[in-house]
């Protein structure tokens, strides 16, 4: 099993960033995803959930209106657009199979000027 996340960076205060996840390894399409994140710290907190076929999204109240998840199962990749960022959504985002234990590198978003 193979997550690679990407698409991580610096931005300021109000600005957007989108994140991808490639997926190797398991059967993309049959499982849930989800982004964490993990700021210094801190706990990894669940972020978004999106369903196996992308009927459903689930978000933290801290993002909500904010974020939005996505997938490709084509590609077997899944995206988070983030938006309206704030210094508070600094920290190392990871993308995850819902329910198995099975994480990548992660991606650092640093909001700051």
């Known amino acids: 099993v193979q997550l690679v996340e990407s698409g991580g960076g610096l931005v300021q205060p109000g600005g957007s960033l989108s994140l991808s996840c490639a997926v190797s390894?398991?059967?993309?399409?049959?499982?849930?995803m989800s982004w964490y994140r993990q700021a210094p710290e801190k706990e990894r907190e669940l972020v978004a959930t999106?369903?196996?076929?992308?009927?459903?999204?689930e978000y933290a109240d801290s993002v909500k209106g904010r974020f939005t998840i996505s997938r490709d199962n084509a590609k077997n990749t899944v995206y988070l657009q983030m938006r309206s960022l704030k210094p508070e959504d600094t920290a190392v985002y990871y993308c995850?199979?819902?329910?198995?234990?099975?994480w990548g590198q992660g991606t650092q978003v640093t909001v700051g000027s």
């Open positions: 390894g398991f059967t993309f399409s049959n499982y849930a």
């Open positions: 995850n199979p819902r329910g198995h234990d099975f």
């Open positions: 999106i369903a196996s076929r992308g009927s459903s999204t």
